[in-house]
C-alpha cells in the first residue's frame, strides 16, 4: 500500500515535557538538546519542549531547542493564564515553527477539587486563555485536561467555544488512564458529532498508561478521526507513563491496512532514539518490551526458530531492521581499527562529527583493552555515555579505588578523587559489602550524603567480559537523582554511577565546606 493513499498522522512527541514528568527522569539543558536532535533525526511533528512557566530552566530549555532545532514544530504548555502564555512566547519568540499548548482541566473532580471553578468559569478561562495565546502564535493546542471523565455534554461545549476562540488543534486527553477503548471511542464519536467546527481542526489524543491501555486507546483515537498522537519516546511519563512512540508508530505502520494512516517518522531511528532516552533519563526499557526491548525479536523456542529459518514472517510481523535494532554480531576487537568503527557506527544510525568519532575511538581502544569481543550494545555504550558523561559537567574526578572483601573480612574501601582544581583527597570506609564501602568513602570526600533508593547492574553485551551498565537512583535533600556508568567491573562502575549523582548533586549545590572526614586521610 504506497503513502499516498493514506491519512498523514501528526506525531507530537512530549518526551521532554510529560516524559520528564516521570520521578527522577529530569535533564539538564545539554541532555534535552541532544534529545531533541534525535527528535528531530527520527522525524517527528512536533516536539513538546516543556513548560515554560515552570521555571526558568524549562524556559531556557525550550528557547534553545527552538533556536536549535530546524524542521518539527516546538511547542510549550502553558495553563490558561496570562503568565503561562508570556512565557511560552518568551521562550518561542524567535522560534519559526512555534505552537502554544494551553490547558485547563474539565472533569467535575477536578472543577470542584482542584480549580474550585464552575462550569461557566472553566469556558470563560479557556476562550480567555485561547484568544490570549491567539494574539502572538498562529498555532494553538487547547487540552480539555481530563477530558475522558468530562460529561459528554460540557466536553463538547468546552472543545466548540475553543474553537471559535481560535484553537487549531484540541487535545482530549485520558489524563489519568482511566478509559477503556470502548469508552474512550464513544467521547471522540460524540465530539465529531456534536461540535461545530471539529472537522476543520485536528483532533488530538494523548492517553496516559495506568491500565496498560495507551496505546491500544491512541489507536482508537485515530479510527474515531483524531490526525495527532501524543506520546513518549519509550512511554515514559507520570506514573505508568504515556503511549509509547515506538509502539504507536510501528503499529500505524504495521497494520496500514487497516488503520490506513502513515507517520512521517523513520522508523530505523526508533531504537537508538529509545536508547538515548534511556541512558538520558535513567529509566532503562523492560526486556521484553515491545519494538525496543532486548527480547522484542529474540526467539527462543526450537519450533520459532525453525519456523525463522523456514520464512522469518512465521513469527515475525516487522523486521528488527526497521526500527534500528542492528542484529547484533560480532562485529570488532583489539585489532579494529577507526575506519571499521566508524563504518560500525554508521551502520548503527550515529551519524557523529569527526571529533565525536575520535572520543569514541579512545575509549573503544581502553575497552578493546580489557574486552576481547566488542559488539554493537558495546559500542553503543560508549556513544552514549561518552556523550552524556563528558557534558553534565565534573565536580569530582575519580583517580583510584580499590576495595577489599571476603568471607569474614569487613569489606572496606579506599578511594581516591580530585576536584575541579585538581587537588587530590582521600578516604576510606566501611561498609555492608565492597559497593556500599565505596558509596560511604564517596560521600566522605564528596560531603553529600544521600539515600540510595535503587541499585541496578545489566550487562550491555554477551561473554564473560561483558561491560556492566550500573543505574543507580538517590534520594538526596535537594531531590531524586539518577546515575549511571560503564564499566567491565563492577565496582569501579558502581563508583562511577554514584560519582555521576554527586558530580550533580554538587554541581547543583556548591562543594562542600572543608569537612573534617573529607581531610581525614590529608591530601598530598
Ligand atoms: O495528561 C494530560 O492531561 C496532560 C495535559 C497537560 C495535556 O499532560
Ligand atoms: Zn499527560
Excluded at 527552538?66 to 512566547?89: H, M, T
Excluded at 485547563?104 to 478561562?125: N, Y
Excluded at 575509549?363 to 552514549?384: P, R, S
Excluded at 561473554?463 to 537512583?473: N, P
Aim: proline letters at 2%; aromatic letters at 4%.
Amino acid at each position: 500500500m504506497s503513502d499516498a493513499s493514506l491519512d498523514r498522522v501528526v506525531i507530537f512527541d512530549t518526551t521532554l515535557r510529560d516524559g520528564e514528568q516521570s520521578p527522577g527522569a529530569s535533564m539538564n539543558l545539554e541532555q534535552k538538546l541532544q534529545v531533541a536532535r534525535a527528535l528531530r533525526d527520527l522525524g517527528v511533528d512536533v516536539i513538546e519542549a516543556g513548560f515554560a512557566a515552570a521555571s526558568p530552566g524549562d524556559l531556557q530549555a525550550i528557547r534553545a531547542v527552538g533556536a536549535q532545532i530546524e524542521g518539527p514544530v516546538i511547542a510549550s504548555l502553558a495553563r490558561c493564564n496570562r503568565g503561562d502564555i508570556d512565557a511560552s512566547w518568551e521562550a518561542l519568540k524567535d522560534t519559526r515553527r512555534r505552537r502554544c499548548h494551553v490547558f485547563l482541566a474539565t472533569s467535575p473532580i477536578h472543577r470542584d477539587f482542584k480549580l474550585k471553578m464552575v462550569k461557566e468559569e472553566i469556558i470563560k478561562r479557556s476562550v480567555e486563555g485561547v484568544k490570549y495565546a491567539r494574539e502572538r502564535f498562529d498555532d494553538i493546542e487547547f487540552s480539555a485536561e481530563d477530558a475522558a471523565r468530562t460529561e459528554l455534554e460540557f466536553l463538547a461545549e468546552v472543545v466548540e467555544r475553543v474553537i471559535e476562540a481560535g484553537a487549531t488543534t484540541v487535545n482530549i486527553p485520558d489524563t489519568v488512564g482511566y478509559a477503556l477503548p470502548v469508552t474512550y471511542a464513544e467521547t471522540l464519536r460524540f465530539l465529531k458529532k456534536h461540535v461545530r467546527g471539529i472537522d476543520k481542526v485536528v483532533m488530538s489524543v494523548h492517553c496516559h498508561n495506568d491500565l496498560g491501555l495507551a496505546v491500544a486507546n491512541s489507536l482508537v483515537g485515530l479510527a474515531e478521526g483524531a490526525r495527532q498522537i501524543e506520546c513518549t519516546i519509550n512511554g515514559i511519563g507520570e506514573r505508568a507513563g504515556n503511549a509509547s512512540l515506538e509502539e504507536v508508530v510501528m503499529a500505524i505502520r504495521t497494520r496500514r491496512d487497516v488503520v490506513k494512516a502513515c507517520t512521517g517518522v523513520k522508523t530505523e531511528r526508533l531504537y537508538p532514539t529509545s536508547r538515548l532516552v534511556a541512558q538520558v533519563t535513567g529509566i532503562q526499557v523492560q526486556r521484553n518490551k515491545a519494538i525496543v526491548g532486548q527480547n522484542a525479536f529474540a526467539h527462543e523456542a526450537g519450533i520459532h526458530q525453525h519456523g525463522m529459518l523456514t520464512n522469518r514472517e512465521t513469527y515475525e510481523i516487522m523486521r528488527p531492521e526497521e526500527v534500528g535494532f542492528a542484529r547484533s554480531a560480532l562485529v570488532l576487537g583489539k585489532h579494529s581499527g577507526r575506519h571499521a568503527l566508524k563504518e560500525r557506527l554508521v551502520a548503527l544510525g550515529y551519524q557523529l562529527e569527526e571529533a565525536q568519532i575520535d572520543k569514541v575511538f579512545q575509549d573503544f581502544k581502553v575497552l578493546a583493552d580489557k574486552k576481547k569481543d566488542i559488539y554493537d550494545a558495546d559500542i553503543e555504550a560508549l556513544v552514549l555515555h561518552g556523550q552524556i558523561l563528558g557534558k553534565n559537567g565534573v565536580a569530582w574526578e575519580l583517580e583510584a579505588l580499590s576495595t577489599t572483601s571476603g568471607t569474614g573480612t569487613l569489606p572496606c574501601a579506599s578511594v581516591a578523587l580530585r576536584d575541579a582544581s585538581g587537588e587530590r583527597f582521600l578516604a576510606a570506609a566501611t561498609g555492608d559489602g565492597p559497593v556500599d564501602a565505596v558509596y560511604r568513602a564517596l560521600e566522605k570526600v564528596t560531603g553529600v550524603s544521600a539515600k540510595l533508593r535503587d541499585y541496578q547492574i545489566a550487562s550491555v553485551s554477551n561473554g564473560e567480559d561483558a561491560q556492566g551498565e550500573v543505574t543507580i537512583e538517590i534520594e538526596h535533600s535537594t531531590g531524586v537523582y539518577r546515575g549511571r556508568a560503564l564499566s567491565t567491573d563492577i565496582i569501579e562502575g558502581s563508583a562511577r554511577a554514584f560519582l555521576d549523582v554527586m558530580n550533580r548533586i554538587t554541581l547543583k549545590i556548591g562543594p562542600p565546606q572543608e569537612s573534617e572526614a573529607r581531610t581525614e586521610m590529608g591530601t598530598p
